[in-house]
């Protein structure tokens, strides 16, 4: 099924308002999140009420990928093709290698377990940033008395970057790694830290507030352009300028570029994926 959509993007593109098609590729999950694109040529992405991730080959269609996977919900890759996962009812985050090996990388803060992992990066160097909300009944069941944004190292070493009032959901990095985006549900706000050689974060800023709808999840392009699945799929530049909007039939919860010129933006949205071919790359981080 193809919908048409109308995709102002004079500023961004500079030629005026074009017409986009949008493809629902995928469809008939219970709620879909996480998608990111292997080198490999497919795309990996989590059917989160049912705890399982599903692959979309180019030509085959969906097929199974992971099961029991105790909630996953944000999934990323690094260099080497291992798979990171946040994982919400077990409360933890793990990396899974090619061979199906299961490792955690954090579940725990100062002896208390995490609320609820949900979105994740992998910067190029193997810095890993997650956030850590707590929704629904896991609220009420957390243990600790913050919600957080951490950083492991390549080294396996954990650090909270931030605790802010509002839930962070989503996070993407910059095309040079050195800027960690996190959007917040509640405050309806993207904030932006400065990432350092040590993958260190500081000079915490929010860069876009206003938003229409709960932001989560979010992609970045090579030129440092976000979209951001909220009420619609929202587009601004690297300085937080608004720039357009992407309609789809169904409120989206992430994205991700893929395709083999990494010029397809897919996008999760409740029950379905989606995908728009743009004319411009996404950022690679591995």
Request: net charge neutral; glycine share 10%; charged share 25%.
């Amino acid at each position: 099924m193809k919908l048409s959509l109308w995709l102002f993007t004079l500023a961004l593109y500079a030629q005026g308002p074009n017409l986009l098609q949008v493809e629902r590729v995928a469809s008939n999950f219970h709620y879909v999140q996480g998608p990111v694109w292997s080198r490999e040529g497919f795309l990996i992405f989590s059917d989160i009420p049912t705890s399982t991730q599903h692959q979309i080959v180019p030509g085959e269609g969906v097929v199974p990928y992971r099961d029991k996977t105790e909630g996953a919900n944000g999934n990323a890759l690094d260099e080497r093709g291992r798979l990171y996962v946040t994982e919400a009812h077990a409360r933890r985050v793990v990396r899974v290698d090619k061979k199906g090996k299961v490792e955690v990388l954090a579940d725990r803060w100062e002896g208390k377990r995490l609320n609820a992992p949900n979105g994740i990066v992998v910067r190029h160097d193997g810095h890993v940033y997650f956030t850590d909300p707590a929704f629904g009944k896991e609220n009420d069941t957390r243990e600790l008395d913050f919600f957080g944004v951490y950083h492991i190292t390549p080294k396996g070493e954990i650090e909270v970057i931030a605790k802010p009032a509002g839930r962070p959901k989503g996070v993407a990095l910059s095309p040079n790694g050195k800027i960690l985006y996190v959007s917040n549900a509640d405050e309806r706000n993207i904030r932006a830290y400065d990432l350092d050689r040590a993958g260190a974060a500081a000079n915490e800023r929010i860069l876009i507030s206003g938003i229409e709808g709960i932001p989560g999840g979010m992609a970045v392009d090579e030129k440092g352009v976000l979209y951001i699945a909220a009420r619609k799929l929202l587009i601004y530049s690297a300085d937080g300028t608004a720039k357009g909007v992407i309609e789809l039939a169904e409120t989206p919860s992430n994205c991700a570029f893929g395709d083999a010129d990494f010029q397809g933006l897919y996008i999760t949205a409740q029950t379905s994926v989606y995908r728009v071919r743009l004319s411009v790359k996404g950022a690679v981080q591995y």
